[in-house]
C-alpha cells in the first residue's frame, strides 16, 4: 500500500526560484492538504481541497498556489521562493473530511531556500 | 484563530519513568487526535478522543479529553526507549461549523528515552 506520496525528498532552492512539490494518493480520499512544519510550531495548514477542482486556503497560504485537477493528485507549487518557506512540507489525505477521521501523512519534503 | 499549547517542549527521561504531555486551548475541539512523528516520517495517528472527559489506552499510553473539550493530556507508563519522538495533539472540527478535516496543531513534545 503505497498511501500518501511526495516528492521529492529533499529540495535546495536559490531565493527567487520556483518549484512543484508533488504530492499524490493512491486511497480515493477527498479531502487533502498541506501543511508546513517548522521546528517548535508545530504543522500549519497552507491549502486543502475538498476533491477535484475545489481549493481553498489554509491559515499560511502567501507564497502558495495549488491546483486538484484530480482525485488523486495536489500539487504545491511556490512561485518565487524566499528563505522564510525553508521548512518540511507535507501532504496528508482524508476520506470524509469528518472532525473525528484521521489524516494520512506523506513522508514530507525538506525544502532548503537560501 | 484557534490555538493549541502543547507542554513540555521537550522531555528528556530515563527508561521506565512516567511522563505527562499536555495540550491547551482557550477554544472548544469536537475531537483532539494525538499524533506521533519519527525523523523523516509525516505524523502517525496514535488515538482520537471525541466525548469530554474521555479515556483511552493503547498499552502504556493514556489519552484523556477535558470535561469542556479544551484540552488533553498524554500519559506514558514505564517509558521505553521505542517510545522517543515528536509528540503532536491536533484539534479537529468547531463549535457550529465544518472543519473540512481541518486539525489546529500543537507545537509539538520531543521525548527522549534514554536507555
Known amino acids: 500500500n503505497a498511501g500518501v506520496t511526495q516528492t521529492p525528498k529533499f529540495r535546495i532552492l536559490k531565493i527567487g526560484q520556483s518549484m512543484t512539490l508533488q504530492c499524490t494518493q493512491d486511497?480515493?480520499?477527498?479531502?487533502m492538504y498541506w501543511y508546513r512544519q517548522d521546528p517548535g510550531m508545530g504543522l500549519k495548514l497552507i491549502y486543502y481541497s475538498v476533491g477535484a477542482g475545489i481549493t481553498d486556503k489554509g491559515e499560511v497560504p502567501n507564497g502558495y498556489n495549488v491546483s486538484r485537477s484530480t482525485t488523486e493528485d495536489f500539487p504545491l507549487r511556490l512561485e518565487l521562493a524566499a528563505p522564510s518557506q525553508t521548512s518540511v512540507y507535507f501532504c496528508?489525505?482524508?476520506?470524509?473530511?469528518?472532525?473525528?477521521?484521521?489524516?494520512?501523512f506523506g513522508s514530507g519534503t525538506q525544502l532548503s531556500v537560501l | 484563530t484557534q490555538l493549541l499549547e502543547q507542554s513540555p517542549q521537550f522531555l528528556s527521561i530515563q527508561e521506565g519513568e512516567n511522563l505527562t504531555v499536555y495540550c491547551n486551548s482557550s477554544?472548544?475541539?469536537?475531537?483532539l487526535q494525538w499524533y506521533r512523528q519519527e525523523p523523516g516520517e509525516g505524523p502517525v495517528l496514535l488515538v482520537t478522543?471525541?466525548?469530554?472527559?474521555e479515556v483511552k489506552k493503547l498499552k502504556r499510553l493514556t489519552f484523556q479529553f477535558g470535561d469542556a473539550r479544551k484540552d488533553s493530556s498524554l500519559h506514558i507508563t514505564a517509558a521505553q526507549p521505542g517510545d522517543t519522538g515528536l509528540y503532536l495533539c491536533a484539534g479537529g472540527g468547531y463549535a457550529g461549523g465544518t472543519s473540512y478535516g481541518k486539525l489546529t496543531f500543537g507545537q509539538g513534545t520531543i521525548l527522549t528515552v534514554h536507555p
Open positions: 496528508a489525505s482524508t476520506n470524509r473530511g469528518a472532525f473525528n477521521e484521521k489524516l494520512f
Open positions: 478522543v471525541v466525548t469530554g472527559g
Open positions: 477554544s472548544v475541539f469536537s475531537s
Open positions: 486511497m480515493n480520499h477527498n479531502y
